[in-house]
């Protein structure tokens, strides 16, 4: 699969449905699309398009840390996670070819979250007003968490099929080079497994139901040029060359309920396990393995009862809103 020449070859026998293109000065909202879109124009005016190099990024950054993916000689899709500066990472482009065969190692700057430590980097972009109404930014101010990347793109190094964590959304600008993406309507989620690649003709047609090829989009990006992908939708990368992207996820209202609800159950995990202690401590007490407990004072009941309420009084309401809804 290494061999990115094949794209070409599979798209016109597999047929994938291309990306709608759009341009940007449109007057439309986000809730007019309710599929992947590339847009157009939307990037005009930013002073990236015409200062980011590596040049300079090595000039400016380059003991910045970043995070690295080594992909071994023969693989596309596997790749471990190095700690690198982000002067040799470049280094690492000024000396060795681009080598879309796999035939030896690569390396691929993906996920660098630069805002955090150079804010000023901020400045050579706009967030797309499309894509501004995050409802991320919403969220208590302690758990709130970094949400826009860099990605140096190398050949023959590629992202696997996967969806955007937490059922958020996407915005992908392309500063310069080319990337393919492979899209996957969420209905077919059920019918993927590990492994699965949407270039795949195998995958393809164990997926697709009755050759359905309108369940899956594909689109080159090209420098200048911003895709949006609507959560939930399945994705692959590839590189097919050298290529610097700005990509950012958020929280659209129309989603947000889904994004709550992923993103609550992470952060409950820890609170789950405190909930199996608690219940263990229960269940022993009332086996009277444990011998005294908080549990024997009225008063202390009363108030955990009280505490319980306050918990779960959210979610109660919620669930009621739910149950309305369903009949």
Not at 12 to 21: G, H, M, N, S, T
Not at 98 to 116: H, I, K, Q, S, V
Not at 193 to 209: F, H, Q, V
């Amino acid at each position: 699969m290494c061999q990115l020449e094949s794209i070409g070859d599979l798209v016109l026998r597999i047929q994938a449905r291309p990306v709608q293109v759009v341009d940007a000065g449109d007057d439309s909202c986000l809730e007019d699309f309710g599929e992947p879109v590339l847009f157009r124009g939307m990037q005009r005016g930013w002073p990236a398009g015409t200062s980011w190099s590596a040049d300079f990024f090595a000039e400016r950054y380059g003991d910045a840390p970043v995070p690295v993916r080594s992909y071994p000689p023969g693989s596309e899709y596997e790749f471990s996670v190095e700690r690198d500066t982000l002067g040799n990472y470049l280094n690492y482009w000024r000396e060795t070819d681009p080598d879309p065969d796999c035939a030896g190692r690569r390396l691929y700057l993906a996920e660098w979250n630069f805002t955090r430590d150079y804010p000023e980097l901020s400045d050579f972009f706009q967030i797309p007003a499309l894509f501004s109404d995050d409802w991320i930014d919403r969220l208590p101010e302690q758990v709130r968490f970094g949400r826009m990347w860099l990605f140096f793109g190398e050949p023959g190094c590629s992202t696997g099929l996967h969806t955007d964590t937490f059922s958020t959304s996407a915005w992908l600008a392309m500063i310069f080079g080319r990337k393919a993406l492979r899209l996957l309507h969420p209905s077919r989620s059920g019918a993927l497994a590990r492994g699965d690649s949407l270039w795949d003709e195998k995958t393809l047609s164990r997926i697709l139901p009755d050759g359905d090829t309108g369940l899956l989009l594909e689109v080159v990006l090209g420098p200048g040029e911003t895709l949006y992908i609507p959560g939930d939708w399945y994705h692959e990368v590839r590189n097919l060359d050298r290529n610097l992207m700005l990509t950012a996820n958020f929280a659209e209202e129309r989603r947000l309920l889904s994004f709550l609800e992923r993103f609550e159950s992470r952060l409950t995990e820890p609170l789950t396990r405190l909930r199996e202690l608690r219940n263990e401590h229960v269940r022993r007490w009332r086996e009277r393995e444990c011998r005294t407990s908080e549990l024997d004072s009225a008063e202390f009941r009363d108030r955990q009862l009280v505490w319980t309420d306050e918990v779960t009084a959210g979610l109660t309401d919620y669930r009621r809103t739910l149950t309305g809804l369903g009949h």
